[in-house]
């Protein structure tokens, strides 16, 4: 009896002594759960063109074994047929070609890479968040809100590199924050190599260098004292090689995007696009994006009452972090408009800073509540921390779930089974014309590249030059292509119908896409005709409140 409850004993105090990271690691155990949710989902969802490009470099470079190359997998050109160039340091690539040449090629291996680096986001969120408070309550509620910001949810599993450029960012700042109270050359080199690999992973994502600078402790920049010349100055030529790296890089890319006359896929800082941040649809799609998709409109509030709430403590280094990193966006919107006018995702380098002060202004606001009762300070602290989570549940809950729910279920059917016939009954050198936007996700099923054109002399070109051998024209495709009476034409005279998807509605079956290839021609008035004697097939797709059936026939 003695032994065991000297045993209850010892788990007490272990519990008491480490109960922070009892509770971050539960944290960490949620934030995977709700990320494993389709996990294994065709490549048909929201972005699933972002998606299928960074699983086409990973897929060529599996097949090529070329690892110091990109190849796109859609938008080929005349100039540059497979594609190659390079944008991003293909280390999300390189691990992926390693995980399937062990296991096999599945998507579910390249999105619990992704998984797993957003729960190292979130762990080094907690420590970011502690070294700049020094408080529990506000780390944990911080890692607990980015776990299930929406954002971080439905992207925090997506393939592509957004999330390993947040974890090395995340890191970056941790290790900024120890060198900054310990000055060691190991603190310094770690800071500087994951600074570094987060601007090759995506180069946007190096704005945090803004916040930085503005709390850098510019005393150790002086070069007439004795710990300049003993300790900074290996230090800072350290951070140089590393710039040089970044440099270097940048060189390499655009080397081989004038070897391949390939545009540069974003123009940082173009002049005709800075315009465009003073113009009141650029902050509506970047306020929208923020409100709907991304944090809420409650969230967004909360997270702005706390940042106006902090801005007379700016004198404080830790306050000026924070106050700086929200401020560098405007920094960070003129290096691209275009971009954060066209993807929500362009967002996820600040999703932290927005949980982060939503957790500070509700442990503030129930913390000044709480100081009116008379308990001890470590159970006000308890007490407030509950507070936050309740109110979190009971009001915030909801606007959450529904800004997750919409992105999961925004889904363009079909494109998985467009994808699977095309692969099944085509070459692998065979190139698909397709429709654009986001119909992309089918390339990846396919394992094919995808083209566009926009007048019949380049489809004829495309065919000789690139062997177009397939037309694939999603819903958006159906002006855009098959309205334009040459296209429509020429591939109705050439090409002959494979595949075509419906979905049932009240107005009767509706056409979601149709699949040509070259060879034979296609009447569209003889349609219901060829799909009466055809057999019908179906195919669920999962959403959030239940099953959504689309009908396909192959002709």
């Not at 390939?262 to 970047?286: D, G, M, R």
């Not at 958006?476 to 595949?499: A, H, M, P, R, V």
Request: glycine share 4%; aromatic share 18%; charged share 15%.
């Amino acid at each position: 009896m003695k032994k065991k409850s000297e045993g209850g004993i010892e788990v007490i105090q272990l519990l008491k002594k480490n109960w922070n990271w009892f509770i971050l690691a539960a944290i960490l155990l949620l934030s995977f759960y709700i990320r494993t949710y389709h996990i294994d989902y065709p490549v048909i969802g929201y972005h699933n063109m972002k998606e299928a490009h960074t699983l086409g470099e990973a897929w060529f470079m599996y097949e090529s074994g070329d690892y110091f190359v990109d190849k796109e997998i859609y938008s080929i050109t005349f100039s540059n047929p497979n594609g190659s160039h390079m944008d991003n340091f293909p280390l999300l690539a390189w691990i992926i070609v390693v995980l399937w040449k062990i296991f096999g090629v599945k998507i579910w291996l390249a999105r619990l890479v992704i998984i797993l680096f957003t729960l190292g986001a979130i762990y080094f969120s907690y420590l970011v968040v502690r070294k700049l408070f020094k408080r529990e309550d506000i780390a944990l509620l911080s890692s607990f809100l980015i776990s299930i910001c929406p954002l971080l949810i439905f992207f925090g599993r997506n393939f592509q590199y957004d999330m390993p450029a947040l974890f090395f960012m995340m890191i970056a700042i941790y290790l900024f924050l120890c060198w900054r109270e310990n000055d060691t050359f190991k603190n310094f080199l770690l800071f500087c190599l994951f600074l570094t690999l987060s601007a090759l992973t995506k180069l946007s994502f190096m704005v945090i260098a803004i916040p930085i600078l503005a709390v850098f402790p510019y005393k150790r920049l002086d070069i007439r004292t004795q710990n300049f010349k003993k300790k900074y100055i290996k230090q800072y030529l350290v951070g140089f090689f590393f710039f040089l790296i970044i440099l270097l890089f940048l060189y390499y890319t655009e080397y081989l995007n004038k070897v391949y006359s390939i545009p540069p896929s974003i123009n940082f800082f173009a002049l005709e696009n800075l315009p465009q941040l003073l113009t009141i649809e650029f902050w509506k799609a970047v306020y929208v994006y923020a409100t709907v998709d991304n944090f809420t409109t409650l969230g967004l509030l909360i997270a702005l009452f706390g940042l106006i709430l902090i801005i007379p403590k700016i004198k404080k280094w830790n306050y000026r972090f924070l106050l700086f990193w929200f401020f560098s966006y405007i920094a960070y919107a003129a290096s691209s408009p275009p971009q954060m006018m066209g993807h929500n995702y362009y967002q996820i380098p600040y999703a932290p800073l927005i949980m982060i002060m939503i957790a500070y202004s509700l442990l503030l606001i129930f913390n000044t509540i709480f100081s009116f009762v008379r308990l001890k300070p470590k159970i006000l602290e308890r007490l407030a921390v509950f507070a936050c989570i309740l109110i979190v549940i009971v009001f915030w809950y909801p606007a959450l779930k529904l800004s997750t729910t919409r992105q999961f279920d925004t889904q363009f059917y079909g494109l998985d089974i467009a994808g699977e016939y095309i692969n099944e009954n085509s070459l692998p050198n065979e190139v698909v014309f397709e429709s654009g936007h986001q119909d992309r996700g089918m390339a990846w099923h396919a394992k094919r590249r995808l083209a566009e054109f926009n007048t019949v002399e380049d489809l004829k070109k495309g065919e000789e030059e690139l062997n177009v051998s397939w037309v694939f024209v999603y819903q958006w495709g159906f002006q855009q292509i098959l309205g334009n009476q040459e296209l429509q034409k020429y591939i109705y005279d050439t090409y002959s119908l494979k595949q075509v998807a419906l979905i049932q509605s009240s107005q009767g079956n509706q056409p979601v896409y149709f699949l040509f290839k070259k060879g034979g021609s296609f009447n569209e008035s003889n349609l219901n005709n060829m799909l009466n004697n055809r057999p019908i097939n179906t195919k669920d797709y999962e959403l959030t409140s239940g099953n959504f059936q689309i009908i396909y026939i192959n002709v």
